[in-house]
């Protein structure tokens, strides 16, 4: 008598369990390398709005402190077309700093849409160049 050839059907569960497990642990690390690639949008807005923020104080001697001056283009603010990152995954809002007299600046991005749920939640630049956020580490460095 000779042996059958193939697979048995707990040779074939066994198989199925191992590519379940390696595509749910695949599946979970890019989900947190998404976060981490869309956070660079975040950062970069800050930073561009930030060298915008310092080239109106060169010539103004104070620095714009409304979301709308951010947006209104021309002498009267920053010319920038929103007040939101380039894909939207941020949302940027800007905040008069510690003295108050438009003097000092704190720019907060608000994690938004696809990177709601980014550990390290909202990122902050100041005009003294303080980088914070208000989550954790836990998926990398926030600020690079």
């Known amino acids: 008598m000779k042996p059958a050839k193939g697979f048995t059907l707990l040779e074939l569960m066994i198989v199925a369990a191992i590519i379940s497990l390696v ?33 109106y104080f060169t010539t103004f001697n104070r620095y714009i402190i409304t979301t709308a001056g951010i947006t209104a283009g021309g002498t009267a603010g920053l010319a920038f077309k929103s007040a939101s990152s380039q894909n939207g995954y941020y949302n940027i809002t800007v905040a008069a700093g510690t003295s108050g007299d438009n003097q000092s600046y704190q720019l907060t991005a608000t994690p938004a849409g ?14 003294a160049a303080d980088k914070t956020y208000t989550g954790d580490t836990s998926n990398g460095d926030c600020w690079k």
């Open 23 to 55: 595509a749910a642990y695949a599946a979970f690390n890019y989900g947190r390398y998404a976060f981490r690639t869309r956070r660079s949008e975040g950062q970069q807005t800050l930073m561009q709005l930030a060298a915008a923020e310092e080239r």
């Open 114 to 127: 696809a990177q709601v749920g980014d550990k390290c939640g909202n990122l902050g630049l100041s005009s």
